[in-house]
């Protein structure tokens, strides 16, 4: 029998340890490292290549959904499966476009959550069927905005996070209020201002907003 090789990361040792328990007592599944942070899962994921990645959002250093984004980025075989007590569209999809396979809450009990490790290591998007609904949802309005966008071609290609991080400078933000309002890292917001910056050929936040608010990309 081949056994999968699973890092955990979650800052709460208590809740790791009752994880870790649950998961080595399969006789398929193997905790091989633990993590208390993104970056420390970052780390241990370069040098462990592990089967799948167990990882919570709220974590301190780089959160989960940073970190799952440079991991996806660098490891791009690897699997990771958010688990969170958020069950908020915005973290969801977030963690989809990170590169996540599952997404999986707290609250949810042990059979399911097991199901889910290894819907995830079989190469299955690990997600109720109410999350999938979700985001076929939200695929959906992103087709339909799609559309209207590329019926103008002047107007600069921005994700939907670049254009949340774009709405806040324009009321004047600073990095670490935006980060605080979309609950990301201030290394994501920077990250997500020089983008911005970028697509839209302005020199500082003024001209960023001042350009957005030409092209239409600001809500009302």
């Known amino acids: 029998m081949t056994i999968a090789r699973i890092l955990l990361a979650d800052d709460h040792e208590l809740f790791r340890d009752g994880l870790a328990g649950l998961i080595n007592a399969q006789p398929d599944l193997e905790v091989i490292a633990e ?3 993104g970056l420390e899962a970052l780390k241990l994921a370069r040098d462990l290549k592990p089967d799948l990645i167990v990882m919570d959002i709220n974590m301190p250093i780089c959160d989960g959904l940073e970190a799952t984004r440079l991991i996806c980025t660098e490891l791009p075989g690897l699997r990771i499966v958010i688990l969170t007590v958020h069950d908020e569209d915005e973290k969801l999809f977030a ?18 959550f097991l199901g889910g490790i290894r819907m995830a290591l079989a190469g299955e998007a690990a997600i109720s069927s109410k999350m999938a609904t979700r985001v076929l949802d939200e695929f959906s309005r992103m087709m339909n905005q799609s559309v209207a966008i590329t ?64 092209h239409g990309l600001l809500d009302d």
């Open 35 to 37: 993590a208390g942070d």
């Open 95 to 112: 963690a989809i476009k990170a590169g996540a396979i599952g997404y999986l809450l707290k609250s949810t009990n042990k059979t399911k």
């Open 151 to 214: 019926s103008n071609k002047d107007v600069p290609d921005l994700t939907l996070r670049e254009r949340d991080v774009l709405q806040h400078i324009a009321t004047g933000s600073s990095d670490k209020e935006i980060a605080a309002e979309l609950s990301i890292s201030l290394y994501t917001v920077k990250s997500h201002v020089r983008n911005i910056l970028g697509k839209l050929h302005a020199a500082n936040r003024r001209e960023a907003a001042r350009l957005a608010s030409r």
